[in-house]
């Protein structure tokens, strides 16, 4: 888009080189420009232009000559007498009135200012700057959540259900007890039903050696009877 507009020109040599002059440093360099030289937009836009020799500076101030709900006369004269008081200044006063901290600027001479009025330029509008997000506000406290609490208890039904416990523990220990006995009982009838068993199996084998003996007995008296009786007829015999 083109519009006509006042441009004034404010030309700086500054002790740097154009490498060294980087775009950090020009950035610094035209926020203190328009500082210094009541630009301030839509009302006046800066523009800052690089070219080689030691670093040939050039701010260019566009002041558009239409732009609604501005006066422009005001502003035109504002900005044309800020740049000549820039170019008043001599190199050292110049290089402090532009460094900050972020740039130290050493200034050659002095700044140079000329005015072309009305002629016809291209001017980048720059798009509206977003509207900031509504701050969001937190959302109310909820109510705590109320603790359940367990009613007490009546200290007669505690001592009972106490007494309860304390009875079925009797209980139990009168139930093993009992069957502890009937267990010591039932080993000792079948102690002594084997110790019996045992004793009888004793006996019969007593008997039956017994028996074996006399058997044995038995059986040896009749023959030495027959082997004793030929003796006793020899006798007989001799006499």
């Known amino acids: 888009m083109s519009v006509r507009a006042t441009v004034v020109s404010v030309g700086l040599t500054l002790d740097s080189s154009v490498e060294a002059f980087n775009a950090s440093a ?3 360099l035209s926020s203190k420009l328009r500082s210094s030289l009541a630009c301030v937009p839509p009302t006046c836009v800066l523009e800052l232009r ?3 020799a030691s ?6 101030l566009t002041i558009p000559d239409d732009t609604a709900g501005v006066d422009v006369a005001s502003t035109r004269a ?5 740049a000549q ?9 110049l290089s402090l009135s532009l460094s ?3 740039l130290s600027v050493s200034a050659v001479n002095a ?3 000329s005015v072309d009025n009305s002629i016809v330029v291209p001017l980048v509008v720059a798009p509206p700057l ?4 509504q701050p969001v506000e937190p959302p109310p406290p909820s109510s705590p959540v109320p603790t359940p609490t367990t009613p007490p208890r009546d200290a007669s039904a505690a001592s009972g259900i106490f007494g309860d416990l304390a009875t079925m523990e009797v209980g139990a220990a009168a139930a093993g007890l009992v069957v502890v006995v009937v267990v010591a009982i039932l080993g000792c009838v079948v102690w002594n039903r084997r110790r019996k068993n045992r004793n009888e199996v004793c006996v019969r084998l007593q008997d039956s050696k017994a028996a074996e003996q006399a058997a044995e007995t038995t059986l040896r008296q009749p023959v030495a009877a027959h082997v004793r009786q030929p003796e006793k007829k020899l006798i007989m015999a001799r006499v």
Do not use: D, G, W
């Not at 977003?130 to 997000?133: C, G, K, Y």
């Open 26 to 28: 020009r950035s610094a």
């Open 50 to 52: 690089v070219a080689a």
């Open 55 to 60: 670093v040939a500076v050039t701010a260019r």
């Open 78 to 82: 504002e900005v044309i007498a800020a």
């Open 85 to 93: 008081a820039l170019a008043a200044q001599s190199p050292a006063q």
């Open 100 to 102: 900050s901290e972020t």
């Open 111 to 113: 700044a140079t200012v």
């Open 130 to 133: 977003p509207e900031l997000p």
